[in-house]
């Protein structure tokens, strides 16, 4: 561990004057008051595989609609975290009107990789912390069926020639994979367990149906590539999960980042998918003088850099600076959404941090359940509330390491107990 790092580390220590602060329930505290989700599907073959980006936030926008029981006319802006759609932001306006919001509800969309949908949820806060607006609606949403994020050209060439780290920036993700199981000595097989690990939570959740309550259906038209066929089906489901996975299997599967190594794999990655989760947000007076239910408080969230080449660790110093702007610790927190980019990643934040497995993604991560890379900032938002209210908790932290070299962290009071 770099010094930088041991310093960041060292800062989380305990104080229940910070847990103290953070409940503390005020007329201004900014309120999640709905937080649902589509079912995650399979880039490319999945349920949304012909349903484009601004299908996939039109749906989830009248959904918001519908449970919300607001008067749409009442949010005033929404944000849209997206990755790979240069035209999110028109697909956010054009949605958010074919969906029923008033053309007096303004629109934009944000990216900052895959923390984009916990980004856009930081920005509507903020606006209404600020003043700025009183109700606001914030999505991440990604189809990287039709997207991509790959650079089409190379940086500028003089920029290029004075910086390693910005050559570094230019690194497949897979690549960055593999550099964090090199440096940090993270086995195929400590890899392959923990995938192992996030598909059976994931089963166990799907069977006991603990996703039910945050998910909600969404009709969608899928094509048989093969016949031509058109059907309508209604997604309730994440597709990702892949029932009675095993460590043998796992082990069997072949590197997906050669040459760069041989520690990542399809199996032990990340799944390529579709999806879009949504979070309504005002002041708790607001939500109070409106009747509307409060789920939880948004304490706060912030974003640290480190080393591009090593992009996937950036949980482990954006969860202590977290902790130290609150004057918490990992003891005060019930649980954990760490966004499993890579299981290299994953085994690393884990135990640098020392954190309690038995309350990190208890019901699996994106290794089982997909990272649609906009969504996943909101997604874990969504889930972590739901798991929280299932096992009566009431602090929740969600990070995600962030491509060229970030890390970002949320936290949140559950108020649903």
Known sequence: MTERLKSIVSQMTPSKSGLSAITTKNPDDIVITLAIRTPLTKGFKGGFKDTPLDGIVYKLMKEVIAKSNLDPALVEDICLGNVSDAKAAYYCRAAMLGAGFPNTTSGSSVNRFCSSGLKAVQDIANQIATGSIEVGLAIGAESMTQGGDRLERPFFDELLAGSQEARDCMMPMGQTSENVGKDFNISREQQDRYACESYRRAEVAQKAGWF????????????????????????????????????????????????????STGGNSSQVTDGAAAVLLMKRSTAEKLGQPIMAKFVGATVAGLAPRIMGIGPSVAIPKILNQFNLSLDDIDLIELNEAFASMAVYCLETLKIDHSKMNVRGGAIALGHPLGCTGARQIVTGLSECRRQKKKILLTSMCIGTGMGMAGLFVNEQL
């Open 212 to 263: 039910d309550d945050e998910i909600v259906p969404i009709q969608a038209k899928v094509k048989d590539p093969k016949t031509g066929e058109v059907k309508e089906v209604t997604l309730t489901k994440d597709e990702g999960p892949r029932w009675g996975t095993t460590f043998e299997a796992l082990q069997k599967i072949r590197p997906a980042f050669m040459p760069h190594g041989d520690r």
